[in-house]
Protein backbone atom coordinates (compact mmCIF):
# COMPACT_ATOMS: atom_id res chain seq x y z
CA UNK A 1 0.00 0.00 0.00
CA UNK A 2 1.84 3.37 -1.20
CA UNK A 3 2.32 5.77 1.63
CA UNK A 4 0.46 8.59 2.14
CA UNK A 5 0.94 11.97 1.25
CA UNK A 6 1.30 13.78 4.73
CA UNK A 7 3.06 16.56 4.32
CA UNK A 8 0.40 19.24 4.83
CA UNK A 9 0.08 17.76 8.32
CA UNK A 10 3.01 17.90 9.48
CA UNK A 11 3.71 21.58 8.09
CA UNK A 12 0.42 21.99 9.96
CA UNK A 13 1.47 20.74 13.22
CA UNK A 14 5.00 22.42 12.80
CA UNK A 15 3.07 25.83 12.27
CA UNK A 16 1.38 25.88 15.42
CA UNK A 17 4.18 24.56 17.13
CA UNK A 18 5.68 28.33 16.55
CA UNK A 19 3.32 29.60 19.59
CA UNK A 20 2.77 26.45 21.45
CA UNK A 21 6.29 25.36 22.83
CA UNK A 22 6.93 21.85 24.01
CA UNK A 23 3.39 20.52 23.49
CA UNK A 24 3.76 18.79 20.04
CA UNK A 25 2.16 15.95 21.21
CA UNK A 26 -1.16 17.68 21.91
CA UNK A 27 -0.94 19.38 18.84
CA UNK A 28 -0.53 16.13 17.38
CA UNK A 29 -3.65 14.97 18.86
CA UNK A 30 -5.51 18.27 18.05
CA UNK A 31 -4.93 17.69 14.57
CA UNK A 32 -5.91 14.03 14.72
CA UNK A 33 -9.39 14.75 15.98
CA UNK A 34 -9.59 17.48 13.24
CA UNK A 35 -8.57 14.79 10.70
CA UNK A 36 -11.23 12.40 12.22
CA UNK A 37 -13.95 14.24 12.12
CA UNK A 38 -14.66 14.73 16.28
CA UNK A 39 -14.18 17.13 18.43
CA UNK A 40 -11.52 17.71 21.72
CA UNK A 41 -11.85 18.50 25.78
CA UNK A 42 -9.27 20.14 27.22
CA UNK A 43 -9.78 19.97 31.10
CA UNK A 44 -6.56 21.90 32.28
CA UNK A 45 -6.04 25.22 34.58
CA UNK A 46 -5.98 28.67 32.84
CA UNK A 47 -3.22 29.98 31.11
CA UNK A 48 -1.53 27.42 29.29
CA UNK A 49 -2.41 28.50 26.22
CA UNK A 50 -5.48 26.60 25.31
CA UNK A 51 -7.09 29.72 23.63
CA UNK A 52 -4.22 30.66 21.50
CA UNK A 53 -3.67 26.49 20.25
CA UNK A 54 -6.91 26.93 18.91
CA UNK A 55 -6.95 30.39 17.49
CA UNK A 56 -3.11 29.31 15.87
CA UNK A 57 -5.04 26.05 14.43
CA UNK A 58 -8.03 28.22 12.72
CA UNK A 59 -5.61 30.61 10.88
CA UNK A 60 -3.38 27.66 10.14
CA UNK A 61 -6.43 25.94 8.08
CA UNK A 62 -7.99 29.42 6.84
CA UNK A 63 -11.24 29.08 8.79
CA UNK A 64 -13.41 31.55 10.57
CA UNK A 65 -13.58 31.09 14.62
CA UNK A 66 -16.19 31.62 17.40
CA UNK A 67 -15.24 31.88 21.23
CA UNK A 68 -18.35 31.62 23.76
CA UNK A 69 -17.37 32.45 27.35
CA UNK A 70 -19.46 29.99 29.41
CA UNK A 71 -21.12 31.30 32.12
CA UNK A 72 -24.41 30.24 34.58
CA UNK A 73 -27.07 32.59 33.37
CA UNK A 74 -26.06 31.31 29.37
CA UNK A 75 -29.24 30.27 27.29
CA UNK A 76 -29.43 27.98 24.37
CA UNK A 77 -30.02 30.72 22.62
CA UNK A 78 -26.65 32.54 23.14
CA UNK A 79 -25.26 30.01 21.39
CA UNK A 80 -27.54 28.85 18.70
CA UNK A 81 -29.51 31.73 17.43
CA UNK A 82 -32.73 33.49 17.49
CA UNK A 83 -36.30 33.70 15.85
CA UNK A 84 -36.70 37.68 15.85
CA UNK A 85 -40.13 38.90 14.82
CA UNK A 86 -39.69 41.55 11.77
CA UNK A 87 -42.62 43.90 11.92
CA UNK A 88 -42.17 45.01 8.14
CA UNK A 89 -41.45 41.43 6.41
CA UNK A 90 -44.47 40.26 8.69
CA UNK A 91 -42.62 37.36 9.99
CA UNK A 92 -39.72 35.63 11.72
CA UNK A 93 -36.15 36.19 10.88
CA UNK A 94 -33.18 33.88 12.30
CA UNK A 95 -30.60 35.46 13.76
CA UNK A 96 -27.34 32.77 14.14
CA UNK A 97 -25.83 32.65 17.15
CA UNK A 98 -22.23 31.71 17.27
CA UNK A 99 -21.84 28.46 16.47
CA UNK A 100 -22.78 28.64 13.24
CA UNK A 101 -18.87 28.49 12.64
CA UNK A 102 -15.98 26.04 11.41
CA UNK A 103 -14.05 26.04 14.77
CA UNK A 104 -15.55 26.97 17.63
CA UNK A 105 -14.07 27.47 21.12
CA UNK A 106 -16.25 26.38 24.10
CA UNK A 107 -14.26 28.20 27.26
CA UNK A 108 -15.21 26.78 30.42
CA UNK A 109 -18.19 24.72 29.25
CA UNK A 110 -19.06 23.48 32.26
CA UNK A 111 -19.66 26.47 34.16
CA UNK A 112 -23.13 26.71 32.73
CA UNK A 113 -25.98 24.52 33.28
CA UNK A 114 -26.38 21.08 31.71
CA UNK A 115 -29.58 22.09 29.21
CA UNK A 116 -27.62 25.14 27.93
CA UNK A 117 -24.33 22.15 27.81
CA UNK A 118 -27.27 20.38 25.98
CA UNK A 119 -27.51 22.86 23.24
CA UNK A 120 -24.28 21.34 22.11
CA UNK A 121 -25.38 17.70 21.21
CA UNK A 122 -27.13 17.90 18.12
CA UNK A 123 -24.16 20.07 16.68
CA UNK A 124 -21.58 18.01 17.98
CA UNK A 125 -22.93 14.91 16.95
CA UNK A 126 -24.97 15.48 13.54
CA UNK A 127 -23.57 19.01 12.66
CA UNK A 128 -26.37 20.71 12.45
CA UNK A 129 -28.45 22.40 14.41
CA UNK A 130 -32.73 22.16 14.70
CA UNK A 131 -34.22 25.47 15.86
CA UNK A 132 -37.90 26.05 15.82
CA UNK A 133 -38.87 23.03 13.95
CA UNK A 134 -36.11 24.21 11.04
CA UNK A 135 -32.87 22.49 10.45
CA UNK A 136 -29.82 24.99 10.18
CA UNK A 137 -26.78 23.25 8.49
CA UNK A 138 -23.48 23.75 9.83
CA UNK A 139 -20.04 24.14 8.54
CA UNK A 140 -18.75 20.20 7.21
CA UNK A 141 -15.67 20.84 9.65
CA UNK A 142 -17.51 21.95 12.46
CA UNK A 143 -15.01 20.92 15.05
CA UNK A 144 -15.38 22.11 18.83
CA UNK A 145 -12.65 22.32 21.10
CA UNK A 146 -14.28 22.81 25.14
CA UNK A 147 -12.12 23.96 28.07
CA UNK A 148 -13.51 22.71 31.47
CA UNK A 149 -12.26 23.08 34.67
CA UNK A 150 -11.54 20.58 37.51
CA UNK A 151 -14.79 19.21 39.29
CA UNK A 152 -13.19 20.52 42.43
CA UNK A 153 -13.59 24.21 40.96
CA UNK A 154 -15.99 26.17 42.36
CA UNK A 155 -19.31 27.04 40.16
CA UNK A 156 -19.01 23.83 37.54
CA UNK A 157 -21.46 21.75 36.80
CA UNK A 158 -20.12 18.17 35.84
CA UNK A 159 -20.77 17.35 32.12
CA UNK A 160 -23.46 14.66 31.55
CA UNK A 161 -22.22 11.41 29.93
CA UNK A 162 -24.03 11.93 26.43
CA UNK A 163 -22.13 15.37 25.95
CA UNK A 164 -18.92 13.71 26.88
CA UNK A 165 -19.54 10.72 24.73
CA UNK A 166 -19.50 13.38 21.79
CA UNK A 167 -15.83 14.21 22.38
CA UNK A 168 -13.17 11.87 20.82
CA UNK A 169 -10.78 13.19 23.22
CA UNK A 170 -10.00 14.66 26.18
CA UNK A 171 -6.55 15.98 26.61
CA UNK A 172 -4.83 17.93 29.37
CA UNK A 173 -2.04 20.47 28.13
CA UNK A 174 -0.49 21.31 31.26
CA UNK A 175 2.77 23.52 32.52
CA UNK A 176 5.75 24.50 30.30
CA UNK A 177 9.05 22.68 30.26
CA UNK A 178 10.99 25.45 32.26
CA UNK A 179 13.10 26.12 28.84
CA UNK A 180 10.39 26.76 27.07
CA UNK A 181 8.78 29.05 29.67
CA UNK A 182 11.77 31.12 30.13
CA UNK A 183 11.50 31.47 25.93
CA UNK A 184 8.49 32.67 26.48
CA UNK A 185 9.59 35.18 29.54
CA UNK A 186 12.65 36.62 27.90
CA UNK A 187 10.99 37.74 24.45
CA UNK A 188 13.01 35.13 22.53
CA UNK A 189 10.15 33.43 20.90
CA UNK A 190 7.10 35.77 20.81
CA UNK A 191 3.87 33.69 21.61
CA UNK A 192 1.86 35.55 18.57
CA UNK A 193 -0.73 34.87 15.95
CA UNK A 194 1.55 36.90 13.79
CA UNK A 195 3.74 34.26 13.24
CA UNK A 196 1.20 31.82 11.99
CA UNK A 197 0.58 31.21 7.93
CA UNK A 198 -3.15 30.09 6.66
CA UNK A 199 -1.48 27.48 4.22
CA UNK A 200 -4.24 24.70 4.57
CA UNK A 201 -7.76 25.61 2.89
CA UNK A 202 -10.77 23.53 3.48
CA UNK A 203 -10.92 21.82 0.28
CA UNK A 204 -7.26 20.25 1.24
CA UNK A 205 -8.92 19.50 4.47
CA UNK A 206 -11.55 17.88 2.92
CA UNK A 207 -9.33 15.81 1.18
CA UNK A 208 -6.94 14.88 4.06
CA UNK A 209 -10.03 13.38 5.59
CA UNK A 210 -10.49 11.71 2.69
CA UNK A 211 -6.96 9.91 2.93
CA UNK A 212 -8.23 8.93 6.61
CA UNK A 213 -11.26 6.80 5.09
CA UNK A 214 -8.48 5.17 3.25
CA UNK A 215 -6.31 4.29 6.26
CA UNK A 216 -6.33 0.36 6.53
CA UNK A 217 -7.22 -1.31 9.58
CA UNK A 218 -6.48 -5.09 9.38
CA UNK A 219 -9.51 -7.49 10.98
CA UNK A 220 -6.90 -8.03 13.80
CA UNK A 221 -6.22 -4.90 14.62
CA UNK A 222 -9.97 -3.98 14.57
CA UNK A 223 -10.55 -7.08 16.95
CA UNK A 224 -8.23 -5.89 19.33
CA UNK A 225 -9.96 -2.45 19.27
CA UNK A 226 -12.82 -4.18 20.30
CA UNK A 227 -11.55 -6.54 23.08
CA UNK A 228 -9.66 -3.46 24.76
CA UNK A 229 -13.15 -1.94 24.49
CA UNK A 230 -15.15 -4.83 25.83
CA UNK A 231 -12.41 -5.29 28.72
CA UNK A 232 -13.54 -1.48 29.28
CA UNK A 233 -17.06 -2.95 30.07
CA UNK A 234 -15.95 -5.91 32.08
CA UNK A 235 -13.68 -4.61 34.26
CA UNK A 236 -14.58 -4.44 38.07
CA UNK A 237 -13.87 -0.86 38.67
CA UNK A 238 -16.03 0.22 36.14
CA UNK A 239 -19.93 1.26 36.15
CA UNK A 240 -19.67 2.65 32.75
CA UNK A 241 -17.95 1.66 29.99
CA UNK A 242 -17.12 2.60 26.41
CA UNK A 243 -20.03 2.82 24.09
CA UNK A 244 -20.20 1.46 20.76
CA UNK A 245 -20.24 4.93 19.65
CA UNK A 246 -17.03 5.26 21.76
CA UNK A 247 -15.82 2.41 19.93
CA UNK A 248 -16.09 3.75 16.93
CA UNK A 249 -14.56 6.76 17.67
CA UNK A 250 -11.40 5.23 18.98
CA UNK A 251 -11.48 3.19 15.77
CA UNK A 252 -11.74 6.43 13.34
CA UNK A 253 -9.11 8.16 15.86
CA UNK A 254 -6.83 5.51 15.36
CA UNK A 255 -6.88 6.17 11.73
CA UNK A 256 -6.25 9.86 11.29
CA UNK A 257 -3.26 8.99 14.41
CA UNK A 258 -1.57 6.94 11.72
CA UNK A 259 -1.73 9.59 8.95
CA UNK A 260 -0.44 12.01 11.23
CA UNK A 261 2.53 9.28 11.97
CA UNK A 262 2.87 9.43 7.70
CA UNK A 263 1.26 5.63 7.90
CA UNK A 264 -1.30 4.35 5.81
CA UNK A 265 -2.53 1.56 8.13
CA UNK A 266 -3.06 1.50 11.86
CA UNK A 267 -1.18 -0.57 14.56
CA UNK A 268 -2.20 -1.90 17.77
CA UNK A 269 0.65 1.14 19.31
CA UNK A 270 -1.89 3.62 18.12
CA UNK A 271 -4.12 2.34 19.66
CA UNK A 272 -2.39 1.83 22.73
CA UNK A 273 -1.73 5.56 22.54
CA UNK A 274 -4.80 7.05 22.10
CA UNK A 275 -6.13 4.47 24.46
CA UNK A 276 -5.66 7.01 27.62
CA UNK A 277 -7.38 10.16 25.50
CA UNK A 278 -10.18 8.39 24.42
CA UNK A 279 -11.65 6.01 27.37
CA UNK A 280 -10.76 8.51 30.41
CA UNK A 281 -13.70 10.57 29.73
CA UNK A 282 -16.05 7.68 28.66
CA UNK A 283 -15.74 5.74 31.81
CA UNK A 284 -17.61 5.45 35.48
CA UNK A 285 -15.35 4.28 37.97
CA UNK A 286 -16.47 3.06 41.26
CA UNK A 287 -15.35 4.88 44.20
CA UNK A 288 -11.90 4.89 45.15
CA UNK A 289 -10.48 3.18 41.93
CA UNK A 290 -7.77 5.21 39.97
CA UNK A 291 -8.52 5.91 36.28
CA UNK A 292 -4.93 6.04 35.04
CA UNK A 293 -4.76 2.20 37.10
CA UNK A 294 -8.18 1.20 35.32
CA UNK A 295 -6.38 2.07 31.81
CA UNK A 296 -3.16 0.30 32.42
CA UNK A 297 -5.15 -2.92 33.63
CA UNK A 298 -7.33 -2.65 30.98
CA UNK A 299 -3.85 -2.50 28.26
CA UNK A 300 -2.40 -5.05 30.27
CA UNK A 301 -4.87 -7.46 30.20
CA UNK A 302 -5.66 -8.04 26.70
CA UNK A 303 -2.90 -9.81 24.80
CA UNK A 304 -1.38 -7.64 21.42
CA UNK A 305 -1.80 -9.25 18.26
CA UNK A 306 1.06 -10.40 16.54
CA UNK A 307 1.98 -9.68 12.89
CA UNK A 308 1.02 -12.11 10.16
Excluded: C, W
Excluded at 165 to 190: C, K, M, S, V, W
Excluded at 262 to 276: C, I, W, Y
Aim: a negative charge.
Amino acid sequence: MPEPNTAKITALIQEIEKVILGKKDVIQLTVTALLAGGHVLFEDIPGVGKTMLVKSLAKAIHSDFSRIQFTPDLLPSDILGVSIFNAQANQFEFRSGPIFTTILLADEINRTTPRTQAALLEAMSERHVTIDNHTYALNPHFFVLATQNPVSYAGTYPLPEAQLDRFLFRLHIGYPDFADELELLTGEREQSLKLIHSFLSLEELTALKKQVDKVYVDEVVARYALQLVTTSRQHPSVELGVSPRGAMAFLQGAKAYALTENRSFVTPGDLQKLLPFVFSHRLILTGGAEMSEVLHEIIDSVPVPVRR
